[in-house]
């Protein structure tokens, strides 16, 4: 089992930052696949951006070149680092851990979610 508990939502005004932090317990995090995900009202969850277990990186194109995402295995920590915010970035914000064993069994943990608001 992992739990995932994410963190650093708030309202921001347009332009403004947020760093969002999700912190994990349980199973050894570094060789789980990390990532974000959001979901806005009305809409379905979606893919923000991602790092796997040997620290490749995959993003959203919507959200290239303003989030970075990072990881801290030491401190089993993943961050998300949102710059440039845009009003259409507003949604509950998820960690999620994910991997596949050598039996292809799926392992996949959600947090609770944190809400992030752009707005003015």
């Known amino acids: 089992q992992v739990q995932l508990v994410e963190s650093g939502g708030g309202l921001v005004q347009p332009g403004g930052s947020l760093r969002l932090s999700c912190a994990a317990s349980?199973?050894?995090?570094?060789?789980?696949?990390m990532g974000w995900y959001r979901q806005a009202p009305g809409k379905t969850r979606e893919f923000v951006a991602g790092?796997?277990?040997?620290?490749?990186?995959n993003y959203a194109d919507s959200v290239k070149g303003r989030f970075t995402i990072s990881r801290d295995n030491a401190q089993s920590t993943l961050t998300l680092q949102m710059d440039s915010l845009k009003p259409e970035d507003t949604a509950v914000y998820y960690c999620?851990?994910?991997?596949?064993?050598?039996?292809?069994?799926?392992?996949?943990?959600w947090g609770q979610g944190t809400q992030v608001t752009v707005s003015s």
């Open positions: 790092i796997n277990s040997g620290g490749r990186l």
């Open positions: 999620n851990a994910r991997r596949t064993d050598s039996s292809f069994r799926l392992y996949n943990y």
């Open positions: 349980g199973r050894i995090f570094s060789i789980y696949n």
